[in-house]
């Protein structure tokens, strides 16, 4: 159809000048997408109701799996469906644990939305799926349309593994792939939003669904958020470590005040930051740049000493980085590490970019340097209050990244910003990081809680939240740590908490304060037989903590303490954890 002239009449214009005068860029999706269902409608014959919007168009059907560790996964999969629910499609959400895989060949609209936890490995979730997926009896899938969208982290070497391996598996059943595979970093939310867009464009561009009421699909961007962050204003700062202390931690309390920010116990802080100021100009001088040199940041022109201060990743090497710095240079020592696991492995740790561009000397021009540099992401801290007690605030527990590597210190970007750069009064970009995963129960049962250092925030928060319900008792805390005089975080409300028996138990390990270090794990296993009796009766455990070590020795014991206590098999034992984990009774936050 061709309009060669305005066909609206004067009255129209008028109201539609007035409606995009000041739309946001979200109203401008809905409004794209209600306009192009409206035509669908009008251009297969269907009766639109302006009052409840009701057709009678055949509804394309689709299944959304999705496989999460933090609740990513999950709050993407719900997006989708109410998008995919105003174009017409009957979209079914499904965890991956409750997902019957061998009905797969049943399937024929099919979107996965999972993420890649540690160096390529499936979540808890998705791990049977994957296995099915990849396995010798996953079934022939040609009747099936599908991609996926792969949730990862740009700092493993097996950036999104588990989502390219889902996607080439289905590939290789005969599956047709809608749209490509779809491979995000953790500044997820833009490449998300166009691969929803794109997905269910491509699968059925048909009339909106038979009950819209005004209503838009949700964004992945809401009013304050990762993409429109909040300036919360700093109400308190205290270090929480003692002089002996060789950690330097700190509490932080921020305004929400008039934000309408919400959160649960279990979400995270996410909070925007700065370079270090030292690294940055260490980088200007070594490559020569002129600090006033404009490069392109996301088609914004920026000083080249704004880009690596505010938008570029240089305190962190990531296997992505070291990756495009050889395929631009083409330095064969580089080509050696990236062959050898080991040594790179060994060179990511502690280094940074001033560190690439000293052991690999390269005459950079400006601009292809930053394109090799990752977009510098907020730094996420697990909340260390309740709203319920705190009110309008956000608290946080922020240890503080210091060290000397190569003769040269070193510094973690937000961290050293949040304890040198900021007072109070000052206002510091954040967002509220939902984690679904990581949450208290709604029946007030038994909970099992530990945690390593500031792995200790979320359950200042949970006993904090219990503490406002009315709940006493049912609750036991493991913490370790250093030092107790001078590592003991939070220990006088921890000492309130149990003297009001509102902390029914309280067990600590503090590795330095004699010969032999002493662990959480240990505290577990000599309380084993109790911990047993606790999770028999429905008691949730968790888990908060350092992801390489800790995390995998607690795990390691509780799987000995249900083998020893339960009477049971290895295999028996990792079937029991498992189910732990399915009922959402065994909960984790590492990092």
Not at 256 to 276: H, V, W
Not at 425 to 450: E, H, R, T
Not at 490 to 513: G, N, P
């Amino acid at each position: 159809m061709s309009i060669k002239s305005n066909p609206l009449n004067e009255k129209q214009i008028v109201a539609l000048n007035e409606l995009v005068q000041n739309v946001t860029a979200d109203q401008i999706i809905w409004l794209n997408g209600f306009l192009e269902g409206r035509l669908s409608a009008l251009n297969q014959g269907t009766t639109v109701n302006s009052k409840t919007e009701s057709i009678s168009v055949m509804q394309t059907k689709l299944t959304i799996l999705y496989g999460s560790e933090t609740g990513n996964s999950k709050s993407l999969a719900d997006i989708l469906a109410e998008k995919a629910a105003f174009k017409n499609i009957s979209a079914n959400v499904i965890s991956m644990y409750d997902y019957n895989y061998k009905k797969l060949k049943e399937e024929e609209n099919l979107a996965i939305i999972v993420s890649t936890h540690g160096e390529g490995e499936p979540p808890d979730m998705a791990e049977d799926f994957y296995k099915y997926i990849t396995g010798k009896r996953a079934p022939k899938l040609e009747n099936l349309s599908y991609s996926v969208l792969a949730l990862g982290d740009k700092s493993y070497k097996y950036f999104c593994k588990t989502g390219d391996d889902i996607y080439s598996a289905c590939k290789k059943l005969g599956a047709y792939s809608i749209v490509a595979l779809e491979s995000c970093d953790v500044d997820y939310e833009a490449k998300a939003e166009v691969w929803m867009n794109n997905f269910l464009l491509n699968l059925a561009p048909v009339a909106p669904t038979a009950k819209i009421e005004n209503e838009a699909p949700k964004s992945v961007v809401d009013e304050y958020s990762k993409r429109n962050p909040y300036l919360a204003t700093v109400l308190e700062k205290v270090k929480i470590t003692g002089r002996e202390s060789d950690k330097e931690v700190y509490h932080l309390e921020l305004s929400l005040e008039d934000s309408g920010l919400t959160y649960e116990p279990g979400d995270s802080l996410g909070i925007f930051t700065k370079n270090p100021e030292s690294l940055v100009e260490q980088i200007i001088q070594k490559t020569g740049f002129s600090p006033d040199q404009l490069v392109d940041i996301n088609n914004e022109e920026v000083s080249i000493v704004d880009a690596l201060s505010y938008h570029l990743e240089i305190t962190i090497l990531t296997f992505d980085i070291i990756r495009k710095y050889f395929e631009k240079t083409n330095n064969q020592e580089i080509g050696k590490l990236l062959n050898d696991d080991k040594l790179l492995d060994d060179y990511l740790y502690g280094h940074d970019v001033l560190d690439l561009l000293e052991d690999f000397p390269f005459d950079w021009n400006a601009n292809k340097f930053v394109e090799i540099l990752r977009a510098l992401p907020p730094r996420l801290y697990s909340i260390s209050s309740s709203l319920e007690s705190v009110g309008e605030e956000v608290h946080a527990t922020v240890s503080v990244v210091r060290y000397e590597t190569n003769g040269r210190k070193r510094l973690g970007a937000c961290s050293s910003y949040l304890a040198e750069g900021i007072e109070l009064d000052s206002q510091v970009p954040i967002y509220i990081d939902k984690n679904p995963s990581f949450k208290l129960p709604a029946n007030g049962s038994k909970i099992i809680m530990v945690g390593a250092g500031t792995g200790i925030a979320p359950y200042r928060a949970f006993m904090q939240e219990r503490e406002s319900r009315g709940l006493k008792g049912n609750s036991w805390l493991f913490f370790g740590d250093r030092r107790f005089n001078a590592d003991f975080l939070y220990q006088i409300e921890w000492q309130k908490l149990l003297k009001t028996k509102h902390l029914e138990k309280l067990d600590v390990a503090f590795s330095r304060d004699q010969k032999e270090k002493i662990y959480v794990q240990h505290k577990l296993k000599e309380n084993e037989k109790e911990i047993y009796e606790w999770i028999e009766n429905g008691a949730h455990f968790y888990l908060c903590g350092d992801m390489k070590h800790m995390a995998k020795d607690v795990n390691k014991t509780l799987l000995e303490i249900i083998q020893t206590q339960g009477g049971i098999s290895e295999e028996q034992a990792e079937k029991y954890l498992k189910n732990l984990k399915r009922e959402k009774r065994f909960q984790t936050d590492v990092y």
